[in-house]
T-cell receptor, first 117, second 111 residues
């Protein structure tokens, strides 16, 4: 089955720790995204990547870091610099705009719920 | 001003009613429009995807885009309790990969 897999589903972090959220896709998509969702809120973009070895900051990148060494993988690290990391984190992927396809809709994983303890 | 505005609701309607969900956007360069359904504690599920203006129908769902007024809509016919969820609109331009989301409308269908 093609899709996006996020792990773990639940993650607990102690104050001052860095944690890494995993996102893997087998849809052969070039573009991948990380969003943060707080209770009752919409999705806010943290980072996105249009192609391997390239990524751009979104609206709320401070305190987060990413890498894109492989097409299938786009891990997100929540660093100790992120002062309020408790949230629901969503990863998505899509075909890259401008490649000749109109099918550039994004598909989401099931999310990781991060809690600071 | 947010790039995509969406009424957060909550919206409560009786079973069988027609539901209308709406968003407005500010950037005329947006070309792709999406509607997602999100159940509590789950990832968003793509419902409808349209390119440029016009209507698209899929079962009980119809997506409508009016680029002249920068207005997008999702209609749900014969609404069911299982339609109770948060609905998110999203859009992006033809030259950018960044996807912009509305804040979501919480919908409740009363049996």
């Amino acid at each position: 089955d093609g899709g996006i897999t996020q792990s773990p589903k639940y993650l607990f972090r102690k104050e001052g720790q860095n944690v890494t959220l995993s996102c893997e896709q087998n849809l052969n998509h070039d573009a991948m995204y990380w969003y943060r969702q707080d209770p009752g809120q919409g999705l806010r973009l943290i980072y996105y990547s249009q192609i391997v070895n390239d990524f751009q900051k979104g609206d709320i990148a401070e305190g987060y870091s990413v890498s894109r060494e492989k097409k299938e993988s786009f891990p997100l690290t929540v660093t100790s610099a992120q002062k309020n990391p408790t949230a629901f984190y969503l990863c998505a992927s899509s075909a890259r705009t401008g490649t000749g396809t109109l099918n550039t809709e994004a598909f989401f994983g099931q999310g990781t719920r991060l809690t600071v303890v | 001003q947010k790039e995509v505005e969406q009424d957060p609701g909550p919206l409560s309607v009786p079973e069988g009613a027609i539901v209308s969900l709406n968003c407005t956007y500010s950037n005329s360069a947006f070309q792709y429009f999406m509607w997602y359904r999100q159940y509590s504690r789950k990832g968003p599920e793509l419902l409808m995807y349209t390119y440029s203006s016009g209507n698209k129908e899929d079962g009980r769902f119809t997506a409508q885009v009016d680029k002249s007024s920068k207005y997008i809509s999702l209609f749900i016919r014969d609404s069911q309790p299982s339609d109770s969820a948060t609905y998110l609109c999203a859009t992006k331009g033809s030259s950018a990969s960044k996807i912009i989301f509305g804040s979501g409308t919480r919908l409740s269908i009363r049996p």
